[in-house]
């Protein structure tokens, strides 16, 4: 039995398809017990617990050879740095009150910086906490997620442009699709190991702007031109996304991370996922963000 936290997100729903989808018994841990009929049906076990709640995470835990769990993003909290401490510590007493076996921790690029990385450093703190268990514990630091274009399909399909806050349109940095992230945590939870791993992940190859809207493009059947978005304009989108003014900072030093070099893998060599640029843009037409 295999414990999957956050199945109603993206990369969590994708590790669960990856387990069932190789017959692997799933316990989806779900907070909302309307979604306990979902997974169900899916043919998972599902668990309702309250991930703020030690002992309820630690009764969904036990009896499981492994258990898949991330950062939850709490942009709109006033210190959303110290909300990933708060909640790492939670889960750590919790996995140290089952008995889950071992564990892995969706991260992300540049999560091994302990600065000049923004928003990516609650995964860094993250990280940190996950480290000081005694169990088995691997990190899957994922590149760029395709799926953040899904934010810019409005004006593409609108306006035949692909807004882009990474402002070197022709560079290419690594991006992955969550089919893969899925794919790669279902597969390390069903691995052994000792001690703690990283798994840095990339897609099938480094990934442009301009790359990208070719890709979007052709799943739309029009030609896209990507256009890099001032950074003037930048807090008031994120502000209009409802992210709290620490945030806003957080994702605009990200961002300028991401133009300027900064966010990068730890290791040159990234473990490489399958699926290619034109299929991911083909999921993210016809199952938008």
């Known amino acids: 039995m ?16 990856a387990l069932l989808g190789q017959n692997v018994a799933l316990r989806a841990i779900v907070r909302d017990q309307t979604k306990e ?10 668990a ?13 835990l036990n009896g499981t050879a492994a258990t898949y769990l991330l950062n939850p993003p709490t942009y709109g909290a006033e210190d959303p740095f110290a909300e990933a401490e708060r ?12 008995d889950t076996q071992r564990v892995v921790v969706l991260s992300s690029i540049s999560a091994h910086l302990p600065e000049d990385n923004g928003i990516i450093h609650t995964n860094y703190l993250f990280e940190q906490r996950l480290r000081t268990l005694a169990k ?5 630091r994922a590149g760029y997620f395709f799926e953040n274009w899904g934010h810019s399909l409005g004006s593409a399909k ?9 402002s070197r349109l022709s560079v290419a940095i690594p991006m992955v699709a969550t089919a893969d992230i899925g794919l790669v945590a279902a597969k390390l939870m069903q691995e052994f190991w000792t001690g703690q791993r990283v798994v840095e992940l990339a897609g099938p190859s480094n990934t442009s702007p301009e790359e990208v809207a070719v890709a979007i493009g ?34 605009i030093e990200m961002y300028d991370g991401f133009n300027n070099g900064t966010i990068r893998f730890e290791n040159e060599k990234p473990q490489r996922g399958s699926t290619t640029i034109v299929e991911a843009a083909a999921r993210l037409v016809s199952q938008p963000c």
Not at 7 to 17: H, L, N, Q
Not at 37 to 46: D, F, P, R, S
Not at 225 to 245: H, L, N, T
Request: net charge positive; no cysteine.
């Open 2 to 17: 295999y414990a999957v936290l956050g199945v109603s997100g993206k990369t969590g729903a994708a590790t669960a398809r």
């Open 136 to 140: 088995p514990v691997a990190f899957l």
């Open 48 to 60: 309702v617990a309250d991930i703020d709640n030690t002992r309820q995470l630690a009764a969904a």
């Open 158 to 166: 609108s306006e035949g442009i692909l807004p882009s806050l990474l």
């Open 37 to 46: 009929e979902i997974w169900a049906a899916k043919g998972a076990q599902v």
């Open 87 to 98: 909640r790492a510590e939670i889960f750590v007493k919790a996995i140290e009150l089952s």
């Open 218 to 251: 052709g799943a739309l059947s029009r030609k896209l031109k990507a256009i890099a978005v001032p950074r003037e304009a930048w807090p008031d989108i994120f502000a209009g996304a409802g992210m709290s003014s620490r945030a806003v900072r957080a994702f």
